[in-house]
């Protein structure tokens, strides 16, 4: 099996028809980039070679064959390169971390912004599209807490009526960048009247979607679009929600992807309340009722002065736990997919020796999956 070529090499036509072939869906994409071993050869391999493909068969094949996705994908291009949108490749180097951990993000998307996708600390914040005055006010108070202590979070959230709008608004009112996930193209703004807080957001935060530029807003794509809004963030906070909609796709989603899942607890009678009492029921997410309790089950607590610390020394270290433990060392606490990031460590292999070290004595884990130096 050949390997991809690197990514600068691919024209971002070919980027952008992968995601468009139908049927497809990200994780048959990646596999056959794997099987084929570059982005321009999914369009060039024969159909008598792609039926071999594992999980691709005669019908995907067929659809693959077909190409006329490719000049849908070139105009695509045109409008992208025109009009100073980023884009994201799976294979990309600036790939966002936390999205490619989870198998099924999509293989490209594209960002309009100034926001970090890297950034530190991300939390996303969801709930009915019908909030309540009182959903609106805990949504509110929380983020200004949050911001106070953390004055570098991302907040992202869907765009939509209710609590997603107030949480976007909320986190620029706080100077906190926010970021709407979109459950179509570029061309759209749905709902319209959101489009002077979208603007506004492109100051100090961003808009993404996976959806080309002249997609229609359809119930599906939102439900699509919530893969994102999980999967790019450490934790998803459900402020209000019914006993199904949007806001529970996305948590079973979070939980899923083994982030961190919070939910504001309500009356026993209050529909909108419902559906987070019941995460909380079934442990499906964590019951919180101030920032405060976010900040210690991801523990985002406000930094405290550096103290110096003596260099300690372990000799019979591998060099894997050398590097980890010199890296936590230096930053005193840091998060597991820092830790990932930093030392280009699968995560499977990364798990099993923090796991060890801390039987050893060495370091500690705390909420948030946090690891911190035992001194």
Same mark, same amino acid.
Request: proline content about 5%.
């Given at each position: 099996?050949?390997?991809?070529?690197?990514? =600068?090499?691919?024209?971002?036509?070919?980027?952008?028809?992968?995601?468009?072939?139908?049927?497809? *869906?990200?994780?048959?994409?990646?596999?056959?980039?794997?099987?084929? +071993?570059?982005?321009?050869?999914?369009?060039?391999?024969?159909?008598? =070679?792609?039926?071999?493909?594992?999980?691709?068969?005669?019908?995907?094949?067929?659809?693959? &064959?077909?190409r006329?996705?490719?000049?849908?994908?070139?105009?695509?291009?045109?409008?992208?390169?025109?009009?100073?949108?980023?884009?994201?490749?799976?294979?990309?180097?600036d790939?966002?971390?936390?999205?490619?951990?989870?198998?099924? &993000?999509?293989?490209?998307?594209?960002?309009k912004?100034?926001?970090?996708?890297?950034?530190?600390?991300?939390?996303s914040?969801?709930? /009915?599209r019908?909030?309540?005055?009182?959903?609106?006010?805990?949504?509110?108070?929380?983020?200004?807490g949050?911001?106070?202590?953390?004055p570098?979070?991302?907040?992202?959230?869907g765009?939509?009526? *209710?609590?997603?709008?107030?949480? %976007?608004k909320?986190?620029?009112?706080?100077? @906190?960048?926010?970021? +709407?996930?979109?459950?179509?193209?570029?061309?759209?703004?749905?709902?319209?009247? %959101?489009?002077?807080?979208?603007?506004a957001?492109?100051?100090?935060? +961003?808009?993404?979607?996976?959806?080309?530029?002249?997609?229609?807003?359809?119930?599906?794509?939102?439900?699509?679009?919530?893969?994102?809004?999980? +999967?790019?963030?450490?934790?998803?906070?459900?402020?209000?929600?019914?006993?199904?909609?949007?806001?529970?796709?996305?948590?079973?989603?979070?939980?899923?992807?083994?982030?961190?899942?919070?939910?504001?607890?309500?009356?026993?009678?209050?529909? #909108? =309340?419902?559906?987070?009492?019941?995460?909380?029921?079934?442990?499906?997410?964590?019951?919180v009722?101030?920032?405060?309790?976010?900040?210690?089950? @991801?523990? #985002?607590?406000?930094?405290?002065?550096?103290?110096?610390v003596? !260099?300690?020394?372990? /000799?019979?270290?591998?060099?894997?736990?050398?590097?980890?433990?010199e890296?936590?060392?230096?930053?005193?606490?840091i998060?597991?997919?820092?830790?990932? !990031?930093?030392?280009?460590?699968?995560? %499977?292999? @990364?798990?099993?020796?923090?796991?060890?070290?801390?039987?050893n004595? @060495?370091?500690?884990?705390?909420?948030?999956n946090?690891?911190?130096?035992?001194?």
């Amino acid at each position: 099996m050949s390997f991809p070529c690197a990514m =600068s090499e691919v024209p971002l036509k070919y980027k952008i028809a992968l995601s468009l072939i139908p049927r497809i *869906g990200d994780i048959n994409a990646r596999k056959l980039v794997s099987y084929i +071993g570059s982005v321009e050869g999914v369009f060039t391999e024969p159909y008598r =070679s792609l039926i071999k493909i594992p999980g691709i068969g005669a019908n995907l094949a067929r659809y693959i &064959s077909e190409r006329s996705y490719l000049s849908i994908a070139e105009k695509e291009a045109e409008y992208v390169e025109k009009n100073g949108i980023k884009t994201f490749f799976y294979l990309d180097n600036d790939y966002p971390y936390r999205l490619r951990q989870c198998e099924d &993000s999509p293989v490209l998307f594209y960002f309009k912004g100034n926001c970090d996708l890297n950034a530190q600390r991300i939390l996303s914040v969801v709930g /009915t599209r019908n909030a309540t005055s009182r959903g609106k006010e805990i949504c509110e108070k929380i983020i200004t807490g949050l911001a106070f202590d953390n004055p570098e979070l991302v907040i992202v959230s869907g765009l939509a009526y *209710g609590i997603d709008i107030t949480a %976007h608004k909320s986190a620029m009112a706080n100077n @906190l960048p926010t970021i +709407g996930v979109l459950g179509h193209g570029f061309k759209t703004t749905y709902p319209s009247v %959101h489009k002077p807080v979208a603007n506004a957001m492109l100051k100090n935060g +961003g808009l993404l979607t996976d959806f080309r530029s002249d997609e229609l807003p359809e119930r599906n794509n939102f439900i699509k679009r919530n893969r994102i809004i999980a +999967g790019i963030s450490d934790a998803t906070l459900i402020v209000e929600s019914a006993i199904t909609g949007g806001a529970l796709i996305t948590a079973d989603i979070a939980n899923s992807y083994n982030r961190d899942v919070f939910a504001i607890p309500g009356r026993i009678d209050d529909i #909108w =309340s419902a559906g987070c009492n019941n995460l909380i029921k079934r442990n499906k997410a964590a019951l919180v009722e101030s920032h405060e309790d976010i900040e210690y089950f @991801l523990n #985002w607590l406000p930094a405290k002065a550096k103290q110096p610390v003596q !260099r300690i020394l372990f /000799t019979e270290l591998t060099e894997d736990e050398k590097r980890i433990f010199e890296l936590i060392n230096k930053e005193e606490e840091i998060n597991i997919d820092q830790i990932c !990031r930093e030392t280009g460590m699968p995560i %499977h292999k @990364l798990s099993n020796i923090l796991l060890q070290m801390e039987f050893n004595g @060495l370091i500690k884990s705390y909420p948030g999956n946090i690891y911190k130096i035992v001194y």
